[in-house]
């Protein structure tokens, strides 16, 4: 083995552990630090051209904009921390796209897929065996509702991220059960599966279980058109069984768990006509906390805050702080009480940077669907409409874990299709 081999080889290995580790941000950041490092003494093996320094400047837009909008900040320290936060989104591209030609996405997708199920599964045991109180009161019908909070807190995660992250894995889950169109890995990739469906019922998201659903559903079609080497028989037996399976799932799930009913049905939509008005709702507390009316609210406060102030915005670290304070003075009780951030990354990119971040994180967001499409690459359609989704009820892009989770993929499929194209 060569240099040249030696390096892209060393180089997938590390690719492959950031990919499994990102819900633990040190050992993450870490493994990022070696990637980074080890490709800058071996830079001698990448290679760029006008076409691709476009596209990591384009992925690295975030971080564009917390440089050009970062005079707008009041506080240096914060600046720095929210800017911090956004390395990861040159570094990636800069280092996996500069490798186009020895990046093995299918590989990395699959050894990914492995390694991030054993950690699910390691931490469901974990978890069972620390919090055996309260997974006895989960199994006896008993406050059903903080069960998945309270498992992503264990190893430090947000609910949401996690999922959004399990969906994901799911899809590619599904993604080679299908491609290997049930072959001798049968018992092994419905395990997989199983485990990871399992955990993502435990986290209990609703964003993320719809996105999953419909995951699902286009890599069946995608695979009933390209039969895939299978006779159309075969193709529809599988689309079939697929779907029953799906509502199998649904079914047993929501059976077993009463919860889900009230989660997914009254819960989310209760008190529609309280929106912006919550604290005439008796102890909002535990009545709307999570449902859509309280998202609306916040919304609707970032909407008004916005306009505002609608060329600059208020700075990548003061955005919050700014929404928290507006709650204060238009007399929003609950909300200021709890600090709520925008729930809503186009909204928070908004108040942060002004029509020209609202402007600029659409596009970012739908990129991955328009590179799915163009490269005819389903996976990536999936993770573009996952992340889109996800981000239209919550903020992924001002954590590590969605930073990377978004720079990570997006730069990988981006190398993919640069490599296929140069063929």
Known sequence: MNSKEKFHKIQQTLLILIASTIFFRSVCTLLIIIFSVFSVLNFKHLNFSKKHLFYIGFIALPLILEILFFWNNDSLKMGMK????NLSLVLLPVFIIGSYQNINFKIILNYFRYISTSILLVLLIRFAII????????????????????????FKNHAPVVNMHIAFLIIVHV????????????????????VSVFSLFVVNTRISLATTIVGVLLLVADFVIKKKNVSLKKALKIAVGSS?????????????????????????????????????IEHPETRVFNAFVTRLSIWKSAWELGNKSPIIGYGSSDGKKELVHY??????????????PVHNQPLDYFLKYGFIGLLSVLVYLLYPIFLGIKSREIIMVFFGLNFLISNLFDDFLIRFDGIVFYGLWVSLATAAYFKADSK
């Open 82 to 85: 929210s800017l911090e936060k």
């Open 175 to 194: 993604y080679f059960l299908l491609k290997e169109a049930f072959s001798k890995q049968l018992v092994i990739n419905i395990l997989l599966i199983l």
């Open 327 to 340: 709650f204060e003075t238009t007399n929003q009780k609950f909300l200021a009480k709890y600090e709520f």
């Open 131 to 154: 919090s055996s109180d309260l997974v006895q009161k989960y199994i006896n019908g008993i406050h059903l509702w903080e069960m998945g909070y309270m498992f992503a807190n264990s």
């Open 244 to 280: 029953i399976l799906i509502l199998a799932v649904l079914f047993v799930a929501f059976k077993t768990n009463p919860y889900m009913k009230e989660k997914y049905g009254n819960a989310t939509f209760a008190y529609m006509d309280k929106t912006g008005k919550l604290d005439e």
